[in-house]
């Protein structure tokens, strides 16, 4: 057990040892290793150095990166290369004309990176304060500023600052080589003197340039007017250019507007004498078709069911009228047989009977034509003599069945009632042969009506000529 414990506090005891000592180098390191920064530079002095030319000199510079310091034997000290400003005035500082002249400018300066010049910077500047550098560069401006002005006269000073600024920086670089210090940027900032040479020469040139202002503003004030006077003519003739070309567009428009009005007008005419053309072209159309509808429809309505209806009729009363036909025919076969026996008695006998049988006859026809059933009659003969035609039909038809009854049995009705009629007061023309009397046929109109046929001699006069 104890000999675990040993073994533990050993190896602390180890681990502490070398703790310290990595302790202790990294201090050793820290104190003897110096870093430099690119705004400074280290100098290490105490032991001799070769130099690149061959030389050998008894410090050295290091401008960046790092160094060990040797202990006992060097030390090492910064020396800082960052600008610092310098104000440099000099009064009565004759000029090259024996102006005295007052300058006052601002210098920024700096120690030299060149390897020859930092070396003089560091053994003439080595452990001092900025402070101090920056008044020796400022004597040495000061010296250097009396030189040049001493070469220019007052108007380069005055007027060609930049030039004067750079004369001074091309005298001042020696010298400052010489101090190990690097002038970078110098700017004259006043230049002025006692006599007020460069304000009177100020107020000639002043004076000129405003005699040679008014000049050129009368110069510019007259070409203004000029320049108005032309713009406003121009304006003017272009205003009543503008003016003329307007009223030209407007009398074109209002021609054109005219033209187009007319154009409309005589368009609206035509199209409303076109529209009432079409219109009365379809009306007529439209009155065509009425009237070949109404012709369809009377057609339709009136003519096809009266053609209808009258051939029904007709067959109708045909169909009627057939057993009487058939009845007649055999009656007129018994009576054309009994002709036939009268023939064989003779002429005389058969008078005498057709005569004795006569009013039996005439009473049978009276009554058969009585049989016929009138529904309607008709009239559009136009005058008076058909209505009476109509009445006489009756007597006719008693006459033309009397008439039809001879033919059938061979005798001749009129001859045997010739000398009666003779006898007779009038001789009218209702005799045998006498002349024409309207025929009786069957309505083809309705069932049971009777239709009235006029000779030819009576429809003549009669418009429409039929009844």
């Known amino acids: 057990m104890s000999t675990d414990v040993d073994s533990l506090i050993t190896v602390l005891v180890a681990a502490v040892a070398v703790l310290v000592g990595f302790f202790i180098v990294i201090a050793i390191v820290k104190r003897f290793l110096f870093i430099c920064g690119p705004q400074e530079i280290l100098v290490f002095s105490g032991r001799s150095h070769k130099l690149p030319d061959g030389t050998v000199s008894n410090y050295k510079i290091l401008h960046g990166g790092r160094g060990l310091r040797l202990p006992f034997l ?107 210090l690097e002038l970078e940027v110098l700017k004259v900032q006043h230049v002025s003197d006692e006599q007020e040479y460069l304000s009177n020469l ?9 005699r040679d202002a008014e000049n050129a503003e009368n110069s510019a004030n007259q070409a203004v007017a000029e320049n108005k006077a032309a713009a406003r003519e121009a304006a003017e003739t272009a205003t009543k250019q503008a003016e003329t070309a307007v009223v030209q567009s407007k009398n074109i428009a209002a021609g054109e507007m005219a033209t187009l009005d007319a154009n409309a007008k005589e368009a609206e005419n035509q199209a409303g004498m076109a529209v009432e053309t079409a219109r009365m072209k379809a009306e007529q159309h439209l009155q065509e078709l009425r009237a070949t509808l109404e012709k369809l429809r009377l057609q339709c309505d009136v003519v096809l069911p009266a053609e209808a209806n009258r051939k029904a009729e007709q067959l109708k009363a045909r169909g009627q009228a057939a057993p009487a036909i058939e009845n007649g025919k055999a009656v007129a076969e018994a009576l054309r047989l009994v002709a036939h026996e009268w023939a064989a008695a003779g002429d ?18 009276a009554k058969r034509v009585a049989g016929s059933a009138v529904g309607s009659i008709k009239l559009v003969a136009g005058d008076e003599s058909a209505y009476t035609a109509v009445l006489a039909s009756y007597p006719a038809a008693v006459v033309r069945v009397l008439q039809e009854t001879g033919e059938a049995l061979g005798i001749d009705i009129a001859r045997l009632l010739a000398p009666a009629k003779h006898g007779t007061s009038g001789g009218g023309g209702s005799g045998g042969g006498g002349g024409q009397r309207p025929k009786a046929r069957a309505p083809m109109g309705k069932p049971g009506a009777t239709e009235i046929i006029d000779p030819p001699e009576t429809r003549r006069g009669v418009p429409g000529g039929e009844a």
């Open 74 to 180: 060097e030390i090492v000290r910064r020396m800082d290369m960052r600008l610092f400003p310098v104000e440099v005035m000099v009064e009565n500082a004759y000029s090259a004309g024996g102006i005295p002249l007052t300058v006052r400018a601002i210098a920024n300066v700096k120690l030299s990176s060149d390897d020859v010049a930092v070396r003089n910077a560091v053994e003439r500047f080595l452990d001092f304060h900025m402070s101090q550098i920056a008044v020796a560069a400022q004597q040495t401006l000061e010296g250097v500023l009396r030189e040049v002005i001493s070469q220019l006269t007052p108007e380069e000073v005055n007027e060609d600052r930049l030039k004067f600024a750079e004369s001074l920086m091309d005298n001042a670089r020696d010298d400052f080589h010489k101090l190990g």
């Open 202 to 210: 100020g107020r000639a040139r002043i004076a000129g340039m405003l």
């Open 348 to 365: 005389a006998g058969r008078d005498v009977y057709v005569l004795q049988q006569l009013p039996r006859l005439a009473a049978s026809a």
